[in-house]
């Protein structure tokens, strides 16, 4: 069972940057796409970007591209969001998400972690 561990998240002013965190505590993602996704108050939840963890292709929402980066540890099984010149309407809830390959859907998600960019 894939279980999702999210760090990374906290305050930081527009323009600074944070690097978010999910790890595996269960299987490898090695038969898995790896999504990051965020919600914000009074907004639907938003795709942000996601990554092939078998060979590493990436994905990135239009609002991110050139800001944000995802990446994986492959020794870690981990995935990472860098997230440089944070602007307020990034501030959200952002959740780590999980697709085996057989499937169409994100099947497993984190908790989630609060990113609040002030300004």
């Known amino acids: 069972q894939v279980q999702l561990v999210e760090s990374g998240g906290g305050l930081v002013q527009a323009g600074g940057s944070l690097r978010l965190s999910c790890a595996d505590s269960g299987r490898t993602f090695s038969s898995y796409d790896m999504g990051w996704f965020r919600q914000a108050p009074g907004k639907e939840r938003e795709f942000v970007a996601a990554i092939r963890w078998s060979g590493g292709n990436t994905y990135y929402a239009n609002s991110v591209k050139g800001r944000f980066t995802i990446s994986r540890d492959i020794a870690k099984n981990t995935v990472y969001l860098q997230m440089n010149s944070l602007k307020p309407e990034d501030t959200a809830v952002y959740y780590c998400?999980?697709?085996?390959?057989?499937?169409?859907?994100?099947?497993?998600w984190g908790q989630g972690t609060q990113v609040t960019v002030s300004s």
């Open positions: 998400a999980a697709r085996h390959l057989d499937y169409e859907d994100y099947d497993y």
